[in-house]
């Protein structure tokens, strides 16, 4: 979880001001969504997007 904040505080956070709470929860909603869930590489998950892993077949577990 602490690797997660910080990526997005990094990522996203600290290139942004903010008018108010509204506007930065709604850039976060986005990042969240549109981003991180589904084109950021996760090295839990070989350097692969989450859409990429989804494509993948299972592996064989012996």
Do not use: C, W
């Amino acid at each position: 979880m602490k690797s997660f904040f910080h990526t997005l505080k990094v990522e996203l956070i600290h290139h942004r001001d903010y008018a108010n709470r509204e506007e930065a929860r709604k850039d976060i909603i986005e990042y969240i969504e549109m981003f991180y869930n589904r084109q950021r590489r996760h090295s839990s998950i070989g350097y692969a997007t989450p859409a990429e892993d989804e494509r993948m077949p299972p592996a064989n577990i012996a």
